[in-house]
T-cell receptor, first 113, second 111 residues
């Protein structure tokens, strides 16, 4: 199994631009999570899906952030417009069910200038 | 909302010394998980504890879950350079909430 796949691995963009991060979970996993990691705030849960349905999006910082999971094998996290304070590493993780161990992808390092 | 506090934030040890990180939750947890993140890497699952007072061992690592299911600890005996990284606890309180991660303890080992 290839594990959780994220793309791109690195993204550098200018303030105001739209950014789309992509995630392919492990086949057969029913829950998918998006996290943001910074030195200041640590690892924060942004949103998670069960069976492609968003369950908890209380961690999404503001309306500039949106996430979708159109099918069981693909999810996107979009930031529009991006701001320098969005610079962070964004991880996607998947699991069989929300109470079980999570498998993290390699992350996308986003830099907004 | 649920908060998970983890201490210390940083720990410097000499190779061969022991290391312990502590995790405390503001609410009772249904389970607690521990993850390790190597520098530049992603969190990797180590173990899950579910029962009150549970103790689990993985070679030199010992994990404990408190009797009240609100605290946990990870102890590493005789640290090695391969133990370098950040150790996170993550608590699940049940319901619809996902895991809440602590801020992690950064373990730095001096040879």
């Amino acid at each position: 199994d290839a594990g959780v796949i994220q793309s791109p691995r690195h993204e550098v963009t200018e303030m105001g631009q739209e950014v789309t991060l992509r995630c392919k979970p492990i086949s057969g996993h029913n829950s998918l999570f998006w996290y943001r990691q910074t030195m200041m705030r640590g690892l924060e849960l942004l949103i998670y899906f069960n069976n492609n349905v968003p369950i908890d999006d209380s961690g999404m910082p503001e309306d500039r952030f949106s996430a979708k999971m159109p099918n069981a094998s693909f999810s996107t996290l979009k930031i529009q417009p991006s701001e320098p304070r969005d610079s962070a590493v964004y991880f996607c993780a998947s699991t069989v069910a929300s109470a079980y161990e999570q498998y993290f992808g390699p992350g996308t390092r986003l830099t907004v200038t | 909302g649920q908060q998970v506090m983890q201490i210390p934030q940083y720990q410097h040890v000499q190779e061969g010394e022991d290391f312990t990180t502590y995790c405390n939750s503001s609410t009772t947890l249904s389970n607690i998980q521990w993850y390790k993140q190597r520098p530049g890497g992603h969190p990797v699952f180590l173990i899950q504890l579910v029962k009150s007072g549970e103790v689990k061992k993985q070679k030199r690592l010992t994990f404990q879950f408190g009797e009240a299911k609100k605290n946990s600890s990870l102890h590493i005996t005789a640290t090695q350079t391969t133990d370098v990284g950040t150790y996170f606890c993550a608590g699940l309180s049940g319901g619809a909430d996902g895991l809440t991660f602590g801020k992690g303890t950064h373990l730095i080992i001096q040879p």
